[in-house]
C-alpha cells in the first residue's frame, strides 16, 4: 500500500493546496496544507524516523484526497475550514490538545486592533476562526496588513486623545502596514472604513470588497482625489498580487455574534411558550449550487455554541432533480429516524433553513419517523422572520433580540456546513 500511495503522491501536482488523508473505512483522519501538494504528501510514504503519533498516522493512512488553491494564503484558510468541519482524529492528536488560535477584531475599541488568540475574550470582538497554526495565521495578517493597514499594537486609543499629535508612529507606518492612529493621522471613520475591508474579506465576500473599493477609487479619481485614489488602486493591486480570497467564499467561518449564551436562550423559551429554555438547537439546510448535486447538513448547538461532534453531512438519495423540500424531508426523516433507533439525545428545538415550505416538509419527515421535539421553526435568509411549526403568525422576535442572533447564527452556520460539503463534492468531481 505504501509503494501505491507513493505512486500516486509523486503524481500530484507540484502546486499549494490541502491534503485529506482517509483510514480503510473511508473516515478523515487527518488535514494538512502544503506549498507543494506532491513533495508534501510524498513524504509521508518514504521511510524516515518518526514520533510515535505521527508514525500511527502514517500507518493508518489508506488513501487521500487532494485541493489545489491558487496560494499559500489560501491553503491555510481552506485548512482552517476542513480541519473545523470535518475534525480529524490525528490532527488533535498531534497538537497535544492546545487550543487553536483564532483572529480577533477589537471592534470596542475607537481604533480596532487584530490580533491572535486562544480564546473568545469577553467584550464586542468578532472572533474568525479556528485556525491551525498561529505562525500561519500571523503570516496571514503580515501580508493582510499591506492592504488593510490596522494596527496590531496593544496602545489604548481614543479618537479624542489631544495627547495622539505629539506621539511618533512606528516603524509600521514607515513601511505602509498601519495608518498610524497613535499619532492622529487617520480619522476614526476612515480607521474604521480599513477594518470594515479586513472583516469584508474574513468574511469570506472578496468580491463585494474589491467593487466596494474600485467604486470607491472611481469616485476619488472623478472627484480628483488622486492621491487617495492611486492608494484604493494599490490595495486593489495587492488583493489581485496575493490571492487572499479562498475560493470556496462560503467556506469562512461566519463571525462569531456577541450573544449572552443565557439571554439567547431565555428570550427564546418566551418567545417560543417553552418550559425550558432549548439548551440542544439543531440547524439543517440544503444546498444546490447551479443545478448540481443536492446535499444537506445538521449542525448541533449546546448551550448555544457550536457542538462540532453532532455535524453530520448527507448527499441526497431519494430527490429527482430540484426539489427543496423533498430535500429538506429527506436529511430531516434520516437524521431523527437514526437518533430515535440509536436512543441518541433528541434536539429541544429543531431550526431548518427556508420558510413555511421547509418547515411542513420537516414536521412530515418528524411525523415519518414518530419522532417528537418541543419545537420547529423555519429562518429564512433577508427577512429573518421566525416560523414555528404549527402556528400561522411570526414569532415576535425583535431584530436586536439575542434569540433571533442565536437562530441566525444557527441558521448560517449550518448553511455554511452544507455549503462546504457540496463544493467538497464538486472538486470531487472534477478529479475523477
Known sequence: MPNKLLTKARELPDEPGCYIMKDTRGHEIYVGKARSLRRRVASYFQAKDRLGKEQALVENIADFEYVVTDSEVEAVLLESRLIKDLRPRYN?????????????????????????????????????????SAADLRAVLSRLGRVFKFRTCNLRLRADDPKARFRRPCLNYHIGRCTAPCAGLVSRREYRRQIAGLLLFFGGRKRALVKSLDREMQAAAKALRYEEAAELRDALAALERIHDAPALDQELAPAVPIIDPTKGLESLRRALGLERAPRRIEGVDIANLQGGEMVGAVVTFLDALPFKDGYRRYRIKTVAGQDDFASMAEVVR???????????????????DGGRGQ??????????????????????????????AGRSEPVRLSRRSAGLKLLMFVRDEAHRFAQHYHHILRRKALFQ
Do not use: C, W
Open 92 to 132: 488533535f492528536l498531534l497538537r497535544n490538545n492546545e487550543q487553536y488560535p483564532y483572529l480577533e477584531v477589537t471592534l470596542g475599541e475607537d481604533f480596532p486592533r487584530a490580533l491572535v488568540t486562544r480564546e473568545h475574550r469577553p467584550g464586542k470582538s468578532r472572533h474568525f476562526g479556528p485556525f491551525p
Open 334 to 352: 434520516r437524521r431523527y429516524t437514526r437518533l430515535r433507533r440509536e436512543k441518541g439525545e433528541l434536539p429541544d428545538l429543531v431550526l431548518v
Open 359 to 388: 418547515v411542513r416538509a420537516a414536521a412530515q419527515a418528524l411525523a415519518k419517523a414518530r419522532v417528537r421535539v418541543p419545537a420547529l421553526m423555519g429562518l429564512a435568509k433577508e427577512e429573518e422572520i421566525p416560523l414555528l
